[in-house]
């Protein structure tokens, strides 16, 4: 009996000492805890120096993004030649005006417990802005220019066997490097890899569903491995955990092994449903196990033909997409996912089903969220090849560097779903000339080679060039940036049979900014510094959205398009280039706060089939006005509406073909103002009045009033939530010409983030907690801290108004 309970001890312990055991592969993100400092310190990389003085952050970090506005920063004397420009101008706000030229320093101590001489230790980097140079213990593990670029080192042989390590990055922003805002510093995420020696390749497997059909799906997994006389072992699970196929295999051809996995009535990925299901892959040699990751995958189909353009799982689909930089407005560049998130939220809803990653590498949160919510993804490798358009821009690195970080973009990306399509380019000044041509063909066999299951793209400016040259003729999809005159011609140069519209409209909009008299127009400026919300002013180059509208509607050979841009971002503020204190762009959908803009339901109209949109435009304020024509815009999916003025009806409109305009939106152009309401009432086919929207003239402005677009966040230290201010009269109708100075106060679980208000001449900083409000609104962002759960209270006072209070939960 004694022997027996004795053996039952031994068991348990060693069944606890069994569970206990370190994973084979652990992960750990560098996040906190870094020292930082502007200073190009002499020595920086090695230990024992003194960070006395220098600032501590957490990673993601953009150095620059907190200002001040300097409209001396990065100030070019450039001619534009994608703006058509013939003459070289002083360019003040053109990369954002924020400090981000210059060297940057982190550092970092860190300790790898157990680093046996059968471990090995990966340091990963998701991007770097930018010329990073890497050091652990003083010692130069290597560099990658490319700020966007995805790139890792192995340490193994830098670490300290025992005790702590120190990890130095030195990056450096040159002047005269970039188009728009790139951000500075460790504006991505950071990681620390140890595993076995004997382990999977980083980045070395590639799934595919070379086979589907409604009763079954191939799934073909190939891992690339480190290691000889080792077992692969694969189990398929679906997104609640449910055991759906297995696999193993110990055949190895080179470093490789490949399985074949079958899932019966395969769940399809798409935007509809974006089903997810998840490769758990173990690694053996003999009985133990050496390695293990998850990869989530989705089963779909994709092609592209002359006859039927893009199809997704067998189904013609066209392309509602848009374009976005990386910047997150008064975030800056630093990746976060809660920001990320709420952009795609405001896009799904307006019924986009596609990004573009302009004119870079993703983010691989972006990704993420792209798989899970449902968005076709083209990922975009480079805004500039050997030819330069800035003086210091990529053109400096791409004879090296160029196959290196297409390799790392296909290998780092290339499991997930939503990518349905690369562009190894945008308006490259290579489109000229046969040597460019042979750079478009050597770039795209390489994404090729890597990744034979998809498409590459290069978006094209320069369209007579590239039907001359055989540039536009040899890529797997010609993309048209703009030049709607020549999509007919290049269709019948081009050989492929369908056309994309990589870049559309750039049409150009100030939030709740309305100009007067209401008509089309280019490269129109006011003193204002601001552009009209009527959304028919365009550049020289560009044109407005209905143009695209009805090359969409009307020429199935027209895959689709991605609109410049979905969000406005920082620099490149056209067509203000030369004007200061313009600092963002004025070409997105939605403002730089992530409010949307009037154009956002013209889209919305006609990309979101599913709900009504009902949309007036402008606001009904208009002191000084009254009696003078103010004519009167509505967005909506519905084909006809009358229009009120105080009751009185302005008569009926209807969608027709008089003009692209008259096609897509209901005008009456000749209102005058009334103070009091304005009414639209809409009709269905049938002509029955089916739903109404109704607007105000506001009185003076009087109170606040808040709303958060998440009430309940993680308290993680990084969840975000977005609170819209809107100043109101005393019946609550929005004062839409309000500029109050308001004030921010954060209290209990959280804290005050940024605010914005989408003004793009704007030089308040972000991370002030008091801003004023444009056309009568802005945005706080809250922040939740580290494990602390509770409400977040935040309050807004202006002078004048009646202070609001609003209340959220992190836990």
């Not at 501590?56 to 001619?79: M, N, R």
């Not at 997104?239 to 074949?260: M, R, V």
């Not at 963002?584 to 939605?590: E, L, N, Q, T």
């Amino acid at each position: 009996m004694k022997l027996l309970t004795h053996l039952t001890i031994i068991l348990s312990i060693w069944l606890m000492l069994c569970s206990a055991s370190p994973p084979p592969r652990q992960v750990s993100q560098l996040d906190a805890n870094w020292q930082f400092t502007r200073e190009d310190v002499s020595g920086a990389e090695q230990p024992g120096l003194s960070t006395a003085g220098w600032e501590t952050v957490s990673v993601p970090h953009d150095w620059a993004i907190y200002g001040p506005f300097d409209p001396e920063v990065d100030k070019q004397t450039v001619l534009i030649t994608q703006n058509k420009e013939k003459v070289a101008t002083e360019k003040t706000g053109r990369t954002g005006a924020l400090p981000h030229i210059g060297v940057g320093w982190y550092r970092k101590t860190f300790a790898v417990p157990d680093l046996t001489s059968d471990k090995k230790a990966l340091l990963v980097f998701d991007g770097a802005m930018s010329e990073a140079q890497v050091y652990v213990n003083g010692q130069k593990v290597g560099e990658r220019p490319y700020g966007y670029s995805y790139f890792y080192f192995d340490i193994t042989n830098y670490l300290n066997k025992e005790g702590e390590n120190l990890l130095a990055v030195r990056l450096e922003n040159q002047s005269f490097a970039s188009r728009w805002y790139p951000g500075a510093g460790l504006y991505r995420k950071v990681q620390l890899i140890v595993k076995d020696q004997v382990s999977f390749k980083h980045w070395g497997t590639f799934i595919t569903t070379p086979f589907i059909s409604d009763d079954q799906a191939k799934v073909q997994i190939q891992s690339r491995v480190n290691g000889k006389d080792v077992r692969v072992e694969a189990q398929i699970k679906d997104a609640a955990g449910k055991l759906i196929a297995s696999n193993a295999s110990s055949q190895q051809f080179g470093d490789e092994i490949e399985l074949n996995l079958g899932i019966s009535s395969p769940q399809l990925w798409g935007p509809e449903h974006p089903n997810l299901y998840y490769a758990e892959l173990k690694l053996y040699q003999g009985n133990e196990l050496k390695d293990e990751e998850t990869i989530r995958f989705g089963v779909r189909e994709i092609s592209y033909t002359a006859e039927h353009g893009f199809l997704l799982n067998g189904e013609s689909t066209k392309f509602r997409g848009v374009c976005l930089h990386h910047d997150l407005g008064p975030l800056g560049a630093a990746v976060n996912t809660a920001a990320l998130r709420r952009q795609l939220t405001i896009l799904k809803d307006m019924g986009c089903n596609a990004i573009r990653s302009s004119h870079n590498m993703p983010s691989m949160e972006q990704l993420e969220l792209c798989d899970e919510m449902g968005f076709l993804f083209l990922a975009e490798s480079f805004d500039e090849w050997a030819k330069p358009k800035v003086k210091n821009g990529y053109n400096r690195f791409f004879d090296v560097w160029a196959e290196k970080d297409v390799v790392n973009l296909v290998h780092a990306t290339r499991n997930h779903p939503s990518i349905v399509m690369w562009s190894s380019g945008n308006e490259v000044p290579d489109q000229h000339g046969s040597v460019g041509v042979k750079r478009a063909k050597w770039l795209q066999e390489i994404f090729h080679r890597e990744d034979p299951t998809r498409p590459v793209t290069v978006g094209m400016d320069q369209v007579n060039a590239t039907m001359k040259s055989g540039f536009g003729a040899i890529m797997d999809i010609p993309g048209l940036n703009y030049r709607v005159h020549l999509y007919e011609e290049a269709y019948e140069r081009f050989p492929q049979g369908f056309i994309l519209g990589s870049e559309t409209a750039s049409t150009v909009s100030s939030r709740g900014i309305y100009k007067f008299p209401v008509e089309p127009g280019k490269n129109k400026t006011y003193d204002d510094l601001q552009c009209s919300s009527y959304d028919l002013e365009a550049c020289s180059w560009s044109n407005v959205p209905d143009d695209d509208f009805v090359l969409q509607d009307d020429k199935p050979w027209v895959i689709g398009e991605f609109v410049w841009t979905g969000f406005d971002y920082l620099g490149e503020p056209t067509p203000y280039d030369e004007a200061w204190p313009s600092r963002s762009s004025y070409f997105g959908i939605c403002d730089l706060a992530g409010l949307p803009k009037d154009r956002y339901y013209l889209y919305r109209s006609r990309w979101n089939t599913k709900d009504e949109t009902l949309h007036v435009l402008p606001h009904w304020n208009w002191e000084g006005r009254k009696g003078q024509v103010t004519p009167v815009f509505v967005y909506t999916n519905y084909d006809s509406a009358e229009l009120f003025v105080n009751g009185v009806s302005q008569g009926i409109q209807h969608k027709s073909r008089e003009s692209n305009q008259h096609r897509y939106r209901l005008m009456w152009m000749d209102v005058r103002y009334e103070p009091g309401s304005l009414k639209v009432v809409a009709f269905d086919k049938a002509g029955n009045p089916v739903a109404e929207k109704e607007i105000h003239t506001a009185g003076k402005p009087h109170h606040l009033e808040l709303e958060a677009d998440r009430t309940v966040i993680d308290a993680d230290g990084k969840d975000l939530s977005y609170v819209t201010v809107t100043v109101v009269d005393r019946n609550g109708n929005p004062c839409p010409n309000a500029t109050n100075q308001l004030n921010f106060s954060v209290s209990g679980a959280g804290k005050f983030r940024a605010v914005c208000n989408g003004d793009a001449t704007s030089l308040e900083l972000f991370h002030k907690p008091t801003m004023q409000a444009f056309s009568g609104k802005l945005v706080v962002t809250l922040q939740s801290l580290k494990d602390e759960a509770g409400e977040i209270s935040l309050k807004v006072k202006g002078k004048g108004l009646k202070a609001a209070e609003l209340s959220i939960k992190a836990e």
